[in-house]
């Protein structure tokens, strides 16, 4: 299917040093996650009383910030990420680019921001996709990562919901996550910090939950761990989220696979991908289920042969298998610290529809180009 947009909403202003086709081939070797960027991105300005200006398309520069600027004191800046990836006729498609733009709004509301139009939105990422299509890489695994945002410009130190906003789209070529083979990893179960309250901003991606976050990274990464698992924040009992990934629980219960993933409360992130593998895994004939799950439940499921895999899932990664599990009240170790056979499926499944290797039956990819 392909993307409809309205092309009149963004002007085109292409930039005049633009990186040459040798340059651009350079900087695209071994590119990693979010460290070069494409020549071109798109800003929208908002005004109360005028709306969203039209947007353009112009050449990636830094941006000039008032210091006053209201983002920079009271934290109203939201963010998504999607990808455009490149299909086996040459053609670029996005995966469920309205999703994306649905959930953009979402946190817009929660943090007193005005909503984006959804058509300005698609015909952005069109926009640039299009003016950046050199920068698609081309191999599974490989993709153009999107970044949309938006920040709070007002100049002014009362605390109040800004009257100027800033609407960002830029663009990253992204390797494979795991270049040399999906590597499990190790967690760690914070019991010092939570990631999100009841009321608070859970479900939104919005700058602070992550800024949050950091402080328990870090600890997690002196305890030898990859990432950080997130307990809720009253009983500090249930399994909620991986680092900024949704997690998945994988069972063998009277001859069947049941994939089980934490249940939507209002503090989880309603992940795309989360929300896609749910109806892979149905597909392939696993019950699928949301509910709530205990670190108790977790470490006697491992201990009883009960639960087979875990593993979390995002846009970044796609799917992340969990190999070792390290708390203060013990250790485990899942599937002998090695990649499961449904992650291994679901993931596989999830990359050939991403690039077009396979039938997307869902209408989820979005033809750009």
């Known amino acids: 299917m392909s993307l409809t947009t309205n092309d009149a909403m963004i002007e085109i202003r292409p930039s005049a040093h633009a990186a040459s086709p040798e340059e651009r081939a350079k900087r695209m070797t071994n590119p ?19 709306g969203w200006d039209r947007g353009v398309l112009r050449a990636y520069a830094p941006i000039e910030l008032d210091p006053a600027a209201s983002v920079l004191h009271y934290g109203q800046a939201i963010f998504e990420g999607f990808k455009a990836y490149k299909q086996p006729d040459g053609a670029i498609a996005c995966f469920r680019p309205e999703a994306n733009a649905r959930r953009f709004n979402t946190s817009a509301a929660r943090l007193a921001m005005p909503e984006l139009p959804e058509a300005t939105f698609l015909s952005a990422a069109k926009a640039l996709i299009t003016q950046d299509q050199a920068w698609v890489p ?9 970044r949309p945002l938006m920040i709070a410009m007002e100049p002014a130190l009362g605390v109040r919901p800004s009257n100027e906003y800033l609407f960002i789209l830029l663009a990253s070529p992204s390797g494979a996550y795991f270049p040399a083979g999906v590597k499990p990893v190790t967690v760690w179960i914070s019991d010092d910090y939570v990631r999100a309250a009841p009321g608070g901003t859970g479900f939104a991606k919005c700058a602070g939950n992550y800024a949050a976050s950091l402080v328990a990274q870090r600890q997690a990464q002196g305890e030898g761990c990859d990432q950080v698992v997130w307990l809720d924040a009253i009983h500090r009992t249930y399994i909620e989220e991986m680092g900024g990934m949704n997690i998945f629980f994988v069972y063998q219960e009277k001859g069947e696979t049941v994939v089980v993933t934490p249940e939507l409360t209002g503090t989880l992130l309603p992940g795309i991908t989360r929300d896609s593998l749910l109806q892979l895994a149905r597909e392939q ?10 670190v108790d439940e977790w470490r006697s499921a491992i201990q009883e042969g009960r639960m087979t895999e875990a593993f979390a899932c995002g846009t970044a990664a796609v799917i992340t298998p ?13 599937h002998n610290g090695e990649t499961g056979p449904v992650a291994a499926s679901l993931r596989e499944t999830l990359l050939n529809l991403q690039h077009g290797l396979s039938k997307d039956s869902h209408g989820w990819m979005k033809k750009i180009v």
């Not at 081309?138 to 999107?146: F, I, P, R, T, W």
């Not at 004939?285 to 205990?294: S, Y």
């Open 32 to 50: 990693g996650f979010g460290r070069i960027f494409t020549d071109h991105m798109v800003v929208v300005h908002y005004r109360d009383g005028q």
């Open 138 to 146: 081309g191999a599974v695994g490989e993709s153009l990562y999107m």
């Open 285 to 294: 004939g696993f019950r699928a289920e949301e509910r709530k799950i205990t």
């Open 322 to 334: 969990v190999g070792h599990v390290k708390s203060r009240k013990g250790d485990w170790t899942i």
